[in-house]
């Protein structure tokens, strides 16, 4: 793959040479590459089938979970973080002890391994928040809980120039990876003021239904906003909001 230079930007094909257009550039590849009859068939492509078989789930299950957390990553996500997720998620894939190489799943697999996924890597919670807080999962009662102890802003909070104000939320989502069903609910604070007064020890309650037989995921995660003549306005339209998978309660 190359990139392109000068002043007129090719799209299209001109002989063995591709040229088009991505986000990061304009690009051009000569193409080529082994025939996708003999990889779907060839013997000497089981690996690369039970790889891309692989793949395939994960990429399906980052979407799925990417869907159920679709209202919050509105406004906390970066453009590489479907890539990433996929990533992480073939890990939990890979992580599967039960099925055969190729046949491995999400759902065999350890989702623990996605506690601590930044849906925004320009806005990590762990460089944002500096506050501990705790977190549980009841499922026999549908709630997801995040208590944040008492805590002062302008000491604990690296917010962004610009902001005056922020919300600390949370959000609770119900997901089977085979039937993409989901359920999804949140929970958010008072507006809160970037300033050195103290705040007083709260929590943060989404509820979902009660005893579900699925896989529950709990984020939490940090709204900035800019107070201009009595309105709240959001910061930069969440480019510096993060967003962190911070409890898994598997199936």
Do not use: W
Not at 22 to 43: F, H, M, Q, S, W
Request: glycine share 10%.
């Amino acid at each position: 793959m190359a990139r392109q230079k000068g002043i007129i930007k090719l799209k299209g094909t001109i002989g063995d040479v591709s040229f088009y257009k991505t986000k990061d550039g304009y690009l051009a590849r000569e193409k080529g590459g082994v025939d996708g009859d003999r990889i779907k068939n060839d013997p000497a492509f089981q690996r690369t089938r039970e790889n891309g078989s692989e793949f395939g789930r994960a990429g399906k299950a980052g979407r799925i979970l990417r869907n159920a957390f679709r209202l919050m990553l509105q406004n906390a996500s970066d453009s590489k973080v479907a890539s990433r997720l996929t990533r992480e998620m073939l890990k939990v894939v890979q992580s599967d002890a039960a099925n055969a190489r190729g046949e491995r799943t999400v759902q065999d697999g350890d989702l623990d391994l996605l506690v601590g996924f930044d849906f925004n890597n320009d806005g990590k919670l762990s460089a944002t928040m500096y506050t501990p807080f705790a977190s549980v999962i009841d499922r026999g009662a549908g709630t997801l809980t995040v208590t944040i102890p008492d805590f002062i802003p302008s000491n604990t909070i690296a917010f962004p120039q610009g902001a005056t104000h922020m919300k600390i939320v949370a959000g609770a989502a119900i997901v089977n990876f085979e039937t993409e069903e989901i359920e999804f609910n949140r929970a958010e604070s008072a507006e809160i003021v970037l300033g050195p007064q103290n705040e007083a020890t709260f929590d943060l309650v989404a509820n979902v239904t009660a005893g579900s037989p699925d896989d529950l995921f709990l984020v939490l995660g940090l709204e900035f906003m800019q107070e201009v003549n009595g309105t709240m306005y959001p910061l930069k339209n969440g480019a510096y909001n993060p967003l962190t998978l911070i409890e898994v309660d598997e199936a």
